[in-house]
């Protein structure tokens, strides 16, 4: 009997416990969140940006037809949610994806939103409609769509050239928000329309970026906040004080870096803060096309020489991960087990074996320590490029190899890369999508602009194809394995480490989730709520 | 007087076509352009979009037809269209001049009125303890670079009093106003003032030895007078030529000033113009410093005559 009470009370008390904890977290409407932005975006046109400096201040401004859950931090297929579209289906051999698309839905000017708005959109992604984006850089994540057909107002299709079961989560992504017919990509990059929870209030470049709540927002009850108010302050440190003197009530998403994180929890010891992965790798360009790297010896040497643990030690204090070309597990969907990726050359744990063997190479390619190989290590003018040149300019000496840091203006890194004008270079390469298809297609295919390295190995595009068109989740991942096997052991693009950095928030901010395979798709605010 | 006015302005005006060209050829002579950065960053490049652009900027003309439009449109009141904001030029540095504006008028008012008395009194109490707190003082303000002391006092501010000044368009209190401009007003001026300082010292123990100044103490003048009635308005021309001169070296120090406290003024916004290549804010923000320096150096001449009478500008 007496043990009977006792659960009694132990349930009560359970059932009230949660009671409280439900109350307590019972999201509280109003308030402006006010956020730091690292830099002044070029515009605020989603489609046109290649950098998360436009999706973080304009996601809330718009809808997808489908997206990541807000609420789960892993970007996987099976966390896509509806967002205008209600309901979603595949044809019987897997060619065509069509969408049932919510009704009463409104533009923030005041026009109904119907499926002509989302076959606008892609035919201007396409590149297929007579209104043109001053720049379009995603236009071949849709390589396999034929055309998009409407069926009435609210259905509408993806006509495809082959099976691409990716296309899901391209269209998942924060880079992908659904246009308005009746709005030019012209006054699009000025005023935005959308049909999001947040209506866009003003853009001063260099100084701020306002949104205000969309109180015909068609998903009910959100969202939270009045309205959220980025102040652009491209100095860090003076963004870092901003955020510790309570001026901020959040950090721009991931841009606090190991170091800084320790400041701030030293400062302000309530902020909430946490270190994630974004999908974001450090790796190496070689160009295969022009002597002396085009010497297979001596890419081998230089992937064998790299000590990835002490570039992690020393720039991250250990809180990075090494990995292939997809992002390492468990954040990353697409990783190799940990076996396979350490028995590729280079990625074994004896760091003074590994450089002893890429010695023979060098010696055999006819260098050594008589005749060391000089060459000049081009990277990016910013501190997170600059740093680990640094690093590998002083573990390659190790092999013979006298480098000499070449440090180029941001404005001058990319065409400098696509038009091949250097030997050795330190790279970022961000992806959007935790897919493989928009990180084989664009930085190893032949042809690629973004294949920087010229890596074209014809084999290897087979399988890119075979992966891409694979609806077996289980069978993708042995292909996506070996494909990426295959790329580190050809020297594509050696990848030295997947980066992480912090995000940190005051503890009355509620709701925010930091994505963790990507830093491009975790924007749309709203559930972010303010409990003061 | 007149016939060297209007000499002066003529060379200023031959000047200023002068920098006009030598600014719209380095412009297009620095590697990349708005499109390369706007094409090359997103990843996909498709060749023909690519000139489309090229071709709707009007950067695929020759560059002397390019500057000739330029300037016309100067003439005529139009500076053009941001590249990258797509808005018109003067609409996006309109707004900006009376932010820095502010804040150099404060910073030059700050470097004037703190640097001559206290060079006045390093001078006349040369050798004192005060004379060498004040020449420590002075080169700490020659030795600290801006970004540093603006950074400094940030940190201060904040662990002090839980707040920073930086930039609010909307200030809440009178405090908070005067805060979001004198502080980075000190910042930057805190070099100018230094120099300042050691200039009049220099100059005021110059003046100070020579020998009507013997004899105005002779004719029982009073110390005070003598200081600053004889004494420094004979030292005063060189510092006057110090503050012109660091008027127009001011832009400098205000672009490190206005990032730290993140003032969205003429001088930040010019850093970022450069780094996106957008020719029309660059050439026109450059046009309009330019002005101002050129400004500030008649304005000083000028001066001279009026502070001076020995001074003659003859024909």
Redesign the interface.
Known sequence: MRSVKALAVAVLSLLSAYGVASAAEQPKQGGILRMYHRD?P??PSIH????YSVNVPFMPVFNNLVIYNQTIAQNSMDDIVPDLADSWAWSSDNKTLTFKLHQGVQWHDGKPFTSADVKCTFDMLM?KSPQ?F???????WYEQVNDVTTNGDYEVSFNLKRPQPALLALLASGYTPIYPCHVSP?EM??HPIGTGPFKFVEF????SIKLVRNENYFKKGLPHLDGIEF?????R??AI??F????FDMTFPTEVSIPLLKDVKS?DPTAICKVEPNNVSTNIIINSSAPPFDNIDIRRALALSLDRKAFIQIMFEGQADIGGTMEPAPQGLWAMPKEMLESIPGYGPDIEANRAEARKLMEKAGYGPNKHLQVKVSTRNIPVYRDPAVILIDQIKSIYIDAELDVV????W??KI?RKDYALGLNLTGNAVDDPDQSFY?NYSCGS??NYTNYCNKDIEKLFDQQSVETDVTKRKKLVWEIDKQLQEDVARPIIFHSRTGTCWKPYVKGVTVMVNSSYNGYRYEDVWLDK | MFAYIVRRLALMLVTLIGISIIVFVLLRIVPGNIVDILFDAAGYVDPADKANLQRDLGLDQPIYVQYLHWIWGLLHGDLGYSYVSEKPALDEILPRIPITARLAGLALTFSASIGIPLGVLSAVRQGTRLDYVLRIVSLSGLSLPSFWLGLLILMASVSLFDSMPIFNPNPKTWGEAIAIYCVPAMAVGFRSAALTMRITRSSMLEVLRQDYIRTARAKGASERSVNFRHALKNAILPVITVIGIEAAFLIGGLIVTETVFNIPGVARFLVEALRWRDYPIVQNLVMLIALVVVLANFTVDMLYAVIDPRIRYTD
């Open positions: 002044s070029g515009s046109e940006g290649a950098t590149g043109k001053r720049q379009n850089p995603r236009k071949s012209a990059r000025i001063k470049t260099n100084e102040t652009i302050i491209p100095n440190s003076t004080l901003g510790i003197s309570g001026k400062q203006d941001t404005a001058q990319f065409p696509a664009e602009e973004r």
